[in-house]
């Protein structure tokens, strides 16, 4: 029954070129997790290209000299696979894939989307637990559901959970064949270096949209993925029934992105019970369309009570979905550094007391590296926005600070703490320890 779909599925059988895109840099990451047993499950925003990704695992592993016959590549998305039981399906296909195959050596089974099959993580768990050593499960889908309860609980000790995000800037650069990995590169090709910049700054780095030239079509292109996030993705899930709300409180927080959110004031707003708005605030985090950063504190209490700040998954969203009249050009940056400091940081923090500083991001060694963000640097900000870097970086000394503006470039000594101001293409592209797996 399942032949020609398998066959179908698995162009490398035949000895195809898989269509892998723009290599991401979440392969760097991933390559080491190849040889453990545990199953690695792939979560994301929808439309940020993790098929495309399980297929650059997949092509990594054939360069390795794995044979094709021990790679099987399934997307559950098909309509003759939604609503079957899981054991049902996926008995037959792999069934059918040895019998077709007769493979030899550990497996690499890779399940696209695979939370379209009711009941998919006790068929997984009971073969990783029947095989483990022999067999290795890659595994992706709609966050909210990777993130389950029922999901995190049954596979605890099983899963190692990787996040890809849409394409960074370096990514963008990458994709359009733009040089940017050592210093002569970019002086070489500062010019298209910069207007890409300005490009990814309004519009995001959805992959899709990179290809997509007009404002109304990519317009067009965001609110499907929107529509997507909110209709397939949490309603279904969560059995919401006020989906009109859930659907102007996404845009609304897209609209305060950069802001802090009071959930007591946005209740009000909405005239709706302050659980309810908290709890949709909490699916749209887990279909990773928004993000929410605490104050920086010691007490986890405290950080917990405390105000947070909103920020979105992409920069397209911000700018094509809500209702305004121009860019923002500065909300736009701030939320570029967030998504790029929540790629390189263990935890990420806003910073408020008498001074406000816009992040505090702390690495895995417990290095505090503080970020402040603006458009430009001028007469009239720029005390201030030194002022709240140096409000951190004096109460802790051992701590970097960097002011990230779109185009300036300085040098500042102040109250014994130097500081530099750098623009943030140029800060975006320093993150280069990726540099010789691409070369």
């Given at each position: ?32 997790l ?18 495309y ?24 998305e ?10 049902k ?37 009971y073969?990783?637990?029947l ?24 596979l ?24 940017w ?28 949209i ?97 105000l ?5 998954a ?81 109460k ?11 185009n300036d ?31």
């Amino acid at each position: 029954m399942y032949e020609q779909y398998l066959v179908e599925s698995n162009p490398h059988w035949r000895e195809e070129k898989l269509n892998t895109g723009t290599k991401r840099h979440l392969l760097y990451e991933t390559i080491p997790l190849l040889d453990v047993d545990h199953i690695i499950a792939i979560t994301g925003i929808r439309r940020c290209g993790k098929s495309y990704f399980l297929r650059q695992i997949a092509d990594y592993l054939l360069e390795q000299g794995v044979r094709p016959e021990q790679i099987l590549f399934l997307n559950f998305e098909m309509p003759a696979f939604v609503g079957q039981k899981a054991y049902k399906v996926l008995d037959e296909l792999f069934e059918t894939y040895k019998k077709l195959k007769n493979p030899k050596g550990r497996l690499y089974l890779f399940f696209d989307e695979v939370q379209m099959l009711p009941e998919w993580e006790t068929w997984i768990k009971y073969n990783y637990d029947l095989l483990k050593g022999k067999i290795k499960f890659f595994i992706t889908g709609s966050n909210s559901h990777l993130l389950s309860s029922e999901f995190s609980t049954l596979l605890t000790g099983r899963i190692i959970q990787k996040a890809l995000y849409p394409f960074s800037f370096s990514e963008v650069l990458t994709h359009r064949n733009i040089k940017w990995r050592n210093i002569e590169d970019q002086i070489i090709n500062k010019v298209q270096i910069i207007r890409s910049f300005e490009d990814y700054l309004v519009n995001g780095g959805m992959p899709e949209i990179l290809e997509i030239g007009n404002p109304e079509l990519k317009r067009e292109f965001l609110i499907s993925y929107f529509n997507a996030i909110i209709y397939k993705d949490i309603i279904p899930r969560f059995s919401i029934r006020e989906a009109s709300l859930l659907n102007e409180l996404a845009i609304n927080l897209l609209s305060n992105t950069s802001n802090l959110i009071n959930i007591n004031r946005t209740a009000k707003y909405y005239n709706a019970n302050r659980k309810t708005i908290r709890e949709f605030i909490r699916f749209l985090q887990m279909a990773f369309f928004i993000f929410m950063v605490p104050k920086f504190h010691f007490s986890i209490k405290t950080r917990e009570l405390s105000l947070k700040k909103c920020y979105a998954a992409d920069n397209g969203f911000v700018h094509y979905l809500p209702l305004q009249f121009s860019p923002n050009s500065g909300k736009l940056l701030e939320n570029l550094v967030f998504l790029e400091l929540k790629k390189r940081f263990e935890h990420v923090f806003y910073w408020r007391n008498s001074s406000e500083c816009d992040f505090v991001a702390i690495d895995k060694s417990g290095q505090k590296n503080i970020f402040q963000v603006c458009y430009n640097l001028t007469p009239d900000n720029r005390e201030r926005e030194i002022k709240g870097l140096i409000s951190v970086v004096s109460k802790y000394p051992e701590s970097k600070g960097i002011i990230l503006t779109f185009n300036d470039k300085d040098e500042i000594e102040e109250a014994g703490k130097k500081i530099t101001v750098k623009p943030v293409y140029e800060w975006l592209i320093e993150n280069s320890n990726v540099n010789k797996f691409y070369e």
